[in-house]
């Protein structure tokens, strides 16, 4: 079987055939399967995370499709963001943003947009190849005037439902990007990690009381300078300690840091603190009064000494701290991430991380540094670049997420989620920690904020005019720009309303979440275009992608919708973006180590196409781990399942197509009585409605799994125990009940298998399938099942002779006994099978032996009378012969249907009346007849036990 081979021409035939657009087409009027795609950057390789994600989602589609639904399906690429603008950096050799403002930003832009679809093509045509059925040829783009005016529209509604503000804060901040990121950017898997930093133990000498100092603990010795007070817990118990001739202020608990002996002088509660004035150790001209001991709520004595720097420039909880205390805030470093220069800390002019080094040297060349230990702790970094975080101030305008924290949860318990426990695990331990979303990016390459405010500093004239679409835009400045990208859109101004003054845009541009997140609107240019087919369509009834989009696009798409549902806009009320999700895990080496490029520790995806096929790496995909587990990929776990699966499917098509007569008709019934027949009829709806019970509720693993086994049922059993009836039927009538059926089982299996491996159950579809029938599997409806032909009864019964046969089977090869040799019985302990005559010859057939016997009293389940008596080795004999025969005809090369006349000469006289005894028998298995005439075309010795037979045979010409 050469898949691939098979694969490409099939890829040709949809092609040719226009299957896709068919099987949309056929379901017109009939309900929506609505599918939002998540926009993948086409600015690098596709790699198998896509390949997975991919999968899942043909399947699902796939699925619907047959189930009777019609499914659109729009392909989109993400095009913003720092990830092309980061690679536009690299290949001009560009640092920082100065360098980007000195060559021009519409240069800038202009490089970018040139790149972002450099890998289109080879997406496309992997995802092609994987079998994805998409509208490739209508993809968008969220480069797009139309959908960056969607993306406006959205932004323009979450300002009316009052969810946007700007906001002076201390944020997450890249210092190499120049921008600032949103929390969930910096719970990106892999953006925390481990490292190895300093940390510091320092001495503020306490003001007018010499050699008394507050102990104060930092791993960022940068913002030191910045510090404008030390915060102490009211209730937490702090002691003076006297140590050699200096006394230190700490908190009791902790006193272990001072690593050397020290006596307690007195205790007290850190309310006593307050007010408490100390030296800085980098005076600063301060605005207002700091340098004081303040109470904060979030001072703990788990690590460092009680008592807590405060740098309002440089944290979260210190900016707030500074604000409810009226404390000063110096900014110490500028936004590449730089010591300030000109105010005397050391360091100047150098990145933070390189600072802290003189910092700590020269403190402690002035004695205020206690001591210096290193930590391993977790450190957020740039998920685009690498640079390591800084908390840093900034202006930033916000999605106050936190306003709608209860329909995020209520909107969330209406989706459902494959993995279940993601719902209130990660997802929903997410939004109960949802925190305002800081969407402005100080960058170029992005759909640009629509807000203009008044430059009127003079009048203190606050407007600010958010626009939600070209025409506001046009009304309200007269311009009708053709590209909305910076920097065209930063010229267009017009006139404040209420001052006279002039209105200006904010500078920034859109997180690209923001983007991806509006997808649903942007796609379909949304409200401004097909309003109809969008309401229609929304909520999505399924999206798919990788767990990490948790943080990512699920919980953009959820927020956003949330936002815009608060209210009715068209698009109902209270809604989320979708109703079900599949999040995939990751796809790891079989070391358990992420796949490397650099390691080479996986095969490529385009070497396991052309090895084994694509639908044997979906089949992996789908079947081999639960979905939303990590995968462990090998080309052997691929293998297994190209032997145990894909392989068994098409050997079991290919016998049915060996044995069948050419003038063979489907029946309109099945009216078989074989207890197979029946057997397999009833695995098969049981099948059918399995799979669709799990397909129903987007279980895939569960969906894909009943598959192998169901094809290890059909070949190992079902065909193997019917072949004499193909091969060497005792009438037309038995033939053609194992044909009919067999042919009802595949052809219902072919469809029941195209949504996982949509290629190999289109070839066999396309050939069992007789005129009349749909031209494509795929454009098949979904089997229906027939509940009454189940009879699980007779499964159990079944199953449990499979067992049987697999035991006895293994105790003859435990003993060395081959299967041609015949037996003659078998004990049975389990009394199941008693009087199932059908069954138990389906038994003593497969194990090779007389009789079965019950024996309740037995030890084990199955036990085989071993002894072999003279007529048993003397049917073993000539079974073996038989074998040997068949192989001659083989060797001659003649096919199945060609008659042979045999002549047997042996000097073993002994040999010969055993022979002579058992003609009729030989003659029948082998299809032949005692030599008459003609020329012996072949002729073999054969061994027999002790002796040995020469056999020749030769082929009989029909009569004409
Ligand atoms: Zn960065
Ligand atoms: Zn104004």
Redesign the pocket.
């Given at each position: 079987m050469n898949l691939p081979e098979i694969e490409q021409k099939i890829l040709k035939f949809w092609e040719k055939k226009k299957i896709f657009e068919k099987s949309i087409r056929q379901r017109k009027g009939r309900p929506f399967f609505s599918f939002y795609d998540g926009p993948p950057f086409a600015s690098g390789e596709p790699h198998y995370g896509h390949i997975l994600a991919t999968t899942i989602k043909d399947t699902v589609l796939r699925y619907w499709t047959m189930r009777g639904y019609q499914v659109p399906r729009r392909v989109g690429w993400d095009c913003h963001g720092?990830p092309v603008e980061n690679l536009i950096e690299k290949e001009l050799g560009i640092k920082t943003k100065r360098d980007i403002e000195k060559m021009g930003i519409e240069k800038f832009n202009k490089a970018c947009r040139s790149s972002v679809f450099r890998y289109v093509n080879v997406f496309q045509s992997v995802l092609e190849r994987v079998g994805r059925w998409a509208d490739y040829k209508n993809a968008y783009a969220t480069m797009d005037k139309d959908y960056t005016e969607s993306v406006w529209w959205v932004f323009k509604k979450l300002h009316e439902a009052g969810l946007i503000y700007q906001d002076f804060r201390v944020t997450p901040y890249?210092p190499?990007?120049g921008t600032p990121l949103s929390n969930f950017e910096v719970n990106q898997p892999g953006a925390y990690r481990d490292i190895e930093d300093q940390s510091v133990y320092l001495k503020f000498p306490i003001k007018g009381e010499a050699d008394n100092f507050f102990l104060v603990w930092t791993t960022t010795p940068w913002t030191l300078p910045a510090n404008t007070a030390l915060a102490v817990g009211e209730e937490i118990s702090y002691v003076k300690v006297k140590v050699g001739n200096e006394k230190f202020i700490l908190a009791k608990t902790l006193l272990a840091v001072l690593g050397q002996e020290y006596e307690i002088e007195n205790e007290f509660q850190g309310g006593a603190l307050i007010g408490r004035e100390y030296e800085p150790l980098y005076p600063m001209k301060l605005d207002k009064l700091g340098y004081k001991v303040v109470a904060a709520d979030f001072v703990s004595v788990e690590d460092g000494t009680g008592i807590v720097h405060i740098a309002p420039s440089f944290g979260e909880e210190d900016m707030e701290l500074g604000r409810a205390e009226n404390l000063p805030q110096i900014v110490t470093v500028d936004q590449e991430g730089k010591v300030k220069t000109g105010l005397g800390i050391p360091g100047e002019g150098k990145f933070v991380k390189i600072a802290d080094e003189e910092i700590k040297a020269d403190l402690k060349k002035r004695k205020l540094l206690y001591k210096e230990e290193k930590i391993v702790h977790s450190y957020p970094f740039?998920w685009?670049?690498d640079?390591p975080l800084l908390y840093y101030p900034l202006n930033t305008w916000y999605v106050a997420v936190t306003k709608l924290k209860n329909e995020l949860v209520v909107n969330n318990k209406k989706i459902h989620w494959v993995p279940e426990h993601l719902k209130d695990g990660r997802f929903g331990k997410w939004l109960e920690g949802a925190r305002d979303w800081a969407v402005s990016r100080n960058r170029y390459w992005g759909a640009p904020i629509p807000i203009w405010q008044c430059q009127n500093k003079d009048k203190k004239c606050d407007e600010i005019k958010v626009v939600g679409s070209l025409a506001e835009l046009y009304k309200l400045s007269g311009k009708k720009p053709a590209d909305l990208h910076r920097p065209y859109i930063d010229k267009i101004t017009f006139k404040c309303e209420k001052c006279g003054g002039e209105m200006k845009r904010t500078p920034e541009v859109f997180d690209c979440w923001f983007e991806s997140g509006s997808m649903p609107y942007g796609q379909w240019h949304y409200p401004f275009e097909n309003k109809k087919l969008v309401e229609e369509t929304f909520p999505a009834d399924f999206i798919a992608e990788g767990v990490d989009q948790t943080r990512g696009w699920f919980y953009t798409l959820h927020v956003l919708a949330t936002a815009l549902t608060l209210r009715d806009v068209g698009l109902g009320i209270n809604s989320s973006a979708f109703r079900n999700v599949v999040a995939n895990g990751l796809i790891l080496a079989e070391d358990g180590k992420k796949l490397s490029k650099r390691l080479r520790n996986f095969t490529p995806p385009e070497v396991i196409f052309e090895k084994y096929g694509a639908d044997t790496l979906r089949y992996f995909l789908l079947a081999s781990t639960q979905i939303g587990e990590d995968y462990y990929v090998s080309d052997r776990r691929i293998e297994d399942i190209w032997r145990r699966t894909i392989s068994t499917l098409w050997h079991t098509y290919l016998f049915f197509q060996t044995y069948i007569d050419k003038n063979f008709k489907p029946a309109r019934n099945l009216k078989s009585k074989n207890i197979l027949d029946r057997w397999i009829v009833s695995r098969l709806n049981h099948l059918i409605l399995e799979i669709t019970d799990a397909m129903d509720n987007y279980q895939l693993t569960d969906g894909a799994r009943p598959l192998d086994s169901f094809i290890d049922d059909l070949s190992n059993w079902y065909v193997r125990r019917s072949r004499r009836r193909f091969q060497k039927p005792e009438s037309e009538k038995e033939k053609n009940e194992a044909a009919q059926t067999l042919y009802y089982v595949l052809l219902a299996l072919a469809k029941l298998a195209a949504p996982f491996i949509p290629f190999v159950s289109e070839e066999i579809y396309l050939s069992l399938k007789k005129s009349k029938m749909a031209e494509s599997v795929h454009l098949c409806d979904w089997p229906e099942p027939d509940k009454k032909a189940v009879n699980k009864n007779l499964e159990e019964k079944m199953a449990q002779a499979r067992t049987i046969a697999a035991q006895a089977l293994a105790e003859r090869a435990g003993s060395g006994i081959k299967v041609r040799q015949p037996l003659s019985s078998v004990s049975l302990k389990n009394p199941l099978l008693k009087g199932q005559k059908e069954l138990l010859d389906l038994i003593k057939d497969e194990i090779n032996v007389k009789e079965i016997i019950f024996d309740e009293t037995l030890k084990q389940e199955v036990k085989l009378d071993k002894k072999i008596t003279k007529d048993l080795k003397e049917e073993g004999m000539m079974r073996e012969l038989v074998r040997q025969i068949q192989d001659m005809r083989r060797q001659a090369g003649l096919t199945r249907k060609d008659r042979i006349q045999i002549k047997f000469t042996t000097k073993d006289k002994k040999l010969g009346s055993i022979i002579a005894k058992w003609e009729p028998f030989i003659f029948r298995e082998t299809l032949a007849q005692k030599f008459q005439e003609g020329k012996i075309s072949l002729e073999n010795d054969i061994p027999l036990e002790e002796s040995k037979i020469k056999v020749g045979i030769n082929k009989i010409h029909p009569v004409k």
């Open positions: 720092l890249c190499r990007c740039c685009r670049c640079t």
